[in-house]
């Protein structure tokens, strides 16, 4: 019974060891296993919108993200309509998109380095983004950015990154 203790123990170091080494903690993480893409918020400071992007997914070998691609979009928190917001997704490092579906709102702007999407009413607790065929040119570094515009609200318009 001890032994089967410390053996979870010693895994449970490593692989916290692991994670904190390769940088993975908070980040996305690409898999060649069989975890199944999930979406992941992240709050963004004083501005009702979340940001929602795929946190876990699988790549194949020749660095294409399976599955359909990688889902980015925002989530409006507040029961307010917001007016002509555009949420857009720009390669920083290392990524090339391809075809890409609008989740609510319409893509207006797709590029391989750069992706948009466009609603002019967003609701109150509505959801606005897109899944895009995604290749990684570097599996271990890739990173985007996230830009929101909109009116009615005070947000800033540069909402950080995205990547590994």
Same mark, same amino acid.
């Given at each position: 019974?001890?032994?089967?203790?410390?053996?979870?123990?010693?895994?449970?170091?490593?692989?916290?060891?692991?994670?904190?080494?390769?940088?993975?903690?908070?980040?996305?993480?690409?898999?060649?296993?069989?975890?199944?893409?999930?979406?992941?918020?992240?709050?963004?400071?004083?501005?009702?919108?979340?940001?929602?992007?795929?946190?876990?997914?699988?790549?194949?070998?020749?660095?294409?993200?399976?599955?359909?691609?990688?889902?980015?979009?925002?989530?409006?928190?507040?029961?307010?309509?917001?007016?002509?917001?555009?949420?857009?997704v720009t390669n920083v490092k290392n990524v090339r998109f391809g075809r890409?579906?609008?989740? =609510?709102? !319409? /893509?207006?702007?797709?590029?391989?380095? $750069?992706? %948009?999407?466009?609603? &002019?009413?967003?609701?109150?607790?509505?959801?606005? =983004?897109? !899944? /895009?065929?995604?290749?990684?040119?570097? $599996?271990? %570094?890739?990173?985007? &950015?996230?830009?929101?515009?909109?009116?009615?609200?005070?947000?800033? /318009?540069?909402?950080?990154?995205?990547?590994?």
């Amino acid at each position: 019974m001890n032994r089967m203790r410390t053996s979870a123990a010693v895994l449970a170091t490593a692989g916290a060891l692991t994670a904190a080494q390769l940088g993975l903690a908070g980040s996305a993480s690409a898999a060649t296993g069989s975890a199944a893409p999930k979406a992941a918020p992240r709050a963004v400071a004083g501005c009702p919108i979340d940001i929602v992007y795929t946190s876990r997914f699988q790549i194949n070998r020749n660095g294409w993200v399976t599955n359909g691609g990688l889902y980015f979009g925002i989530k409006n928190k507040s029961r307010s309509t917001i007016k002509n917001v555009t949420f857009t997704v720009t390669n920083v490092k290392n990524v090339r998109f391809g075809r890409a579906l609008p989740k =609510g709102g !319409k /893509v207006t702007h797709k590029t391989s380095k $750069t992706v %948009s999407v466009f609603d &002019k009413t967003f609701k109150g607790k509505a959801k606005l =983004g897109f !899944k /895009v065929n995604t290749h990684l040119l570097n $599996t271990r %570094s890739y990173k985007v &950015k996230f830009a929101v515009h909109g009116t009615g609200w005070n947000c800033a /318009v540069n909402q950080g990154t995205w990547g590994a």
